[in-house]
């Protein structure tokens, strides 16, 4: 069964860059499927940031991609999220998720426990 | 760009049937999924490709689509059902968009 881990600061700086990393176990990422990045703002809805596969393609979703960096270590069996010059507007649950096995439009059916990342000085 | 459009509330007595809807333009045209998630947890995927369970997911989940709507359906509502539904879909414009939620209260 697939399970996925987030890790990383749980607070950062205005201005400053956010990193994640997600780990997954009990699936090799090298089989395939997108990886994905979604986030959840307090008390709202969830948003797309972006999705990975083995080989590195990459999409992202257009309102975030200048300021994201997606990236992949398929011998750690992990993948990565940048996110820079972050504002409170970036603060923020964090999920990754195992997206769809042929193109980053499918569903997510396993998600990790999230992350709360808070953007202050 | 494109939206996918929910209600933000949606009440059912336990036992009726709550119909959770997600309009979007030509939406019955692409893939819909649907996604539970319950306060302070991960979402969980209850339906994908319109009307498919994963394994696990009870029978009293369905889903169905038509032209700009996809709607979930929960028969016979359980108090356990009490959640936030989330719809998911894509555009050309991008690969993957969620509707805005709708809270489901079971009365």
């Known amino acids: 069964q697939v399970q996925l881990q987030e890790s990383g600061p749980g607070v950062v700086k205005p201005s400053e860059t956010l990193s994640l990393t997600c780990t997954v176990s009990?699936?090799?990422?090298?089989?395939?499927?997108?990886w994905a990045w979604i986030r959840q703002s307090p008390g709202k809805g969830l948003e797309w940031i972006g999705s990975?596969?083995?080989?590195?393609?990459?999409s992202h979703n257009p309102s975030l991609k200048s300021r994201v960096t997606i990236s992949v270590d398929t011998s750690k069996n992990q993948f990565s999220l940048q996110l820079t010059s972050v504002t409170a507007a970036d603060t923020a649950v964090y999920y990754c998720?195992?997206?769809?096995?042929?193109?980053?439009?499918?569903?997510?059916?396993?998600w990790g426990q999230g992350t709360l990342v808070t953007v202050s000085s | 760009s494109y939206e996918l459009t929910q209600s933000p509330s949606v009440s059912v007595s336990p036992g009726q049937t709550a119909r959770i809807t997600c309009s979007g333009d030509e939406l019955g045209s692409k893939y819909a999924s649907w996604y539970q998630q319950k306060p302070g947890q991960s979402p969980v995927l209850v339906i994908y490709q319109d009307n498919k369970r994963p394994s696990g997911i009870p029978e009293r989940f369905s889903g169905s689509s038509s032209k700009n709507t996809a709607t979930l359906s929960i028969s016979g509502t359980q108090a356990m059902d009490e959640a936030d539904y989330y719809c998911q879909s894509w555009d050309s414009s991008i690969d993957v968009v969620f509707g805005g939620g709708t809270k489901l209260t079971v009365l």
């Open positions: 990975i596969n083995y080989s590195g393609s990459i």
């Open positions: 009990g699936f090799s990422i090298r089989r395939g499927y997108y």
């Open positions: 998720a195992r997206g769809g096995s042929g193109s980053p439009d499918q569903e997510h059916d396993s």
